[in-house]
Nanobody, 128 residues
Framework: EVRLVESGGGSVQAGGSLRLSCSVSKYDTYNWAMAWFRQAPGKEREGVAV???????TYADSVKGRFTISIDKHKNTLYLQMDKLEPEDTAVYSCAAVFFMMAFLKLSDPLNLGYNYWGQGTQVTVSS
């Protein structure tokens, strides 16, 4: 079974940086997408960033130019580097994964795939 465990959340002032990590226990297949989502109090969960097994990355407009998603396959760890943080980035951040039996060239709407493996979430708080 695939298990995801996040770490690295915390509190930071606006303009600061944090790096989130997500440990991935195993890969079901060679074809996958892994993502970071966030949910602020009273708001719906939103996709923040995605990276797939081809190395293609996708970002929500709200974080483009500030957040960077990456993966270290040797360490089985997914990262989210968050720079220039704003109070609006305050949320619980969760990593997620989905695995595909077939290889793909390009994923359609990566931020809204049917992710079926989820971490427990980590709190990020940005103060003004």
């Amino acid at each position: 079974e695939v298990r995801l465990v996040e770490s690295g959340g915390g509190s930071v002032q606006a303009g600061g940086s944090l790096r989130l990590s997500c440990s991935v226990s195993k890969y079901d297949t060679y074809n996958w997408a892994m993502a970071w989502f966030r949910q602020a109090p009273g708001k719906e969960r939103e996709g923040v960033a995605v990276i797939d097994s081809r190395g293609t990355t996708t970002y929500a407009d709200s974080v483009k130019g500030r957040f960077t998603i990456s993966i270290d396959k040797h360490k089985n760890t997914l990262y989210l580097q968050m720079d220039k943080l704003e109070p609006e980035d305050t949320a619980v951040y969760s990593c997620a994964a989905v695995f595909f039996m077939m290889a793909f060239l390009k994923l359609s709407d990566p931020l809204n795939l049917g992710y079926n493996y989820w971490g427990q979430g980590t709190q990020v708080t940005v103060s003004s």
